[in-house]
């Protein structure tokens, strides 16, 4: 299938806890009219960040030709028959809100609402490096952990949208209390902020700055205690990873998030522990990557479902 250069873009975007993206994306999966706003500190309920939100769709499209719709990828649980947000576990305030419903009344378009990871498995499906395979997953690790499936030929959601918590997913029944108010989640040891609690535990330097990158960097340096860290997260990253290669086999996991930034170096401990936690089968071929940066490739996803949605097209 082919598009005419002349069609109307898709508006995407990409809600996160504390700011929201827009932009512009052609049906060939060219972006173009980015906007980016941060919520204020003390936003508190769902119609202020509403405003903020709308804003910032308002400055995509304001760039030129009517759209043909919205798609919007949101870092939470979704009721994807709905279009509300189930829950989002950083920003309470978003909780319940039906943002299908409220973006439809506002701007009169077809609107697509759903989880950032499943947009981000669209986005590789279509655009990176799950193109042309039948079964993968991708999988995203920053602030929080989320992972979406591809099997078969097909995005799998979960009853009204419901699948892809694999961050609350239990690693350790005697382990931390995680932000969801249950004990020992995958997210509460493999998650940006069990980094910095790790490194302020630990004494390493800035460790409320800490990101894979610089703890890299202060591995490289041989400051105390950065490479048992650095280790140590792969481990607990790997962990997650090869439970759910364990029990879906989707056999190429994309990679997205924070850790991205960390490249080959943190790539090639998380394989190592990966690979030895895993069973191996005859003539499989189970493969670890990272993507692009998680913010574009959540953004061609969230248009991509928009276009599915638009054409009846089964991901």
């Known amino acids: 299938m082919w598009f005419s250069k002349d069609a109307r873009p898709i508006c995407a975007v990409l809600l996160l806890h504390d700011r929201v993206s827009a932009c512009l994306v052609s049906l060939e999966g060219e972006v173009y009219a980015q906007s980016a706003v941060y919520f204020p500190k003390n936003v508190a309920n769902a119609a202020d960040a509403f405003r903020v939100i709308s804003t910032c769709i308002e400055k995509a499209v304001a760039f030129g030709k009517p759209i043909l719709g919205i798609g919007v990828a949101v870092a939470g649980m979704i009721n994807t028959e709905t279009g509300t947000i189930v829950t989002v576990g950083l920003a309470p305030f978003l909780d319940g809100f039906p943002l299908e419903t409220e973006l439809n009344r506002r701007f009169g378009v077809t609107v697509c609402v759903d989880q950032d990871t499943r947009a981000l498995l669209v986005g590789d499906r279509w655009f990176g490096q799950g193109r042309g395979r039948r079964n993968f997953a991708s999988v995203y690790i920053g602030e929080t952990l989320g992972g979406a499936l591809y099997l078969d030929g097909h995005l799998y959601r979960g009853p009204a949208g419901a699948g892809g ?22 997210e509460t040891i493999a998650s940006s902020k069990w980094l910095r609690t790790e490194a302020k535990v630990r004494r390493l330097p800035r460790p409320l700055s800490l990101d894979v990158s610089r703890l890299l960097t202060l591995a490289d340096k041989d400051v105390p205690g950065a490479r048992d860290l650095i280790r140590d997260y792969a481990f607990n990253i790997a962990v997650g990873l090869a439970n759910l290669q364990q029990f879906m086999a989707p056999n190429f996991i994309v990679i997205h998030g924070d850790i991205v930034r960390g490249g080959g170096p943190i790539l090639r401990l998380i394989q190592e522990s990966f690979h030895d936690l895993v069973f191996h089968r005859p003539g499989d071929d189970i493969a670890l990557v990272f993507g692009d940066g998680e913010c574009l490739a959540a953004l061609r996803g969230a248009a991509s479902l928009l276009l599915s949605e638009l054409l009846n097209f089964v991901i």
Do not use: A, F, P, Y
């Not at 918590?165 to 995958?186: A, L, P, S």
């Open 165 to 186: 918590e694999i961050g609350h997913t239990t690693v350790d029944i005697k382990g931390r209390m995680c932000q969801c108010g249950r004990r020992g989640c995958w």
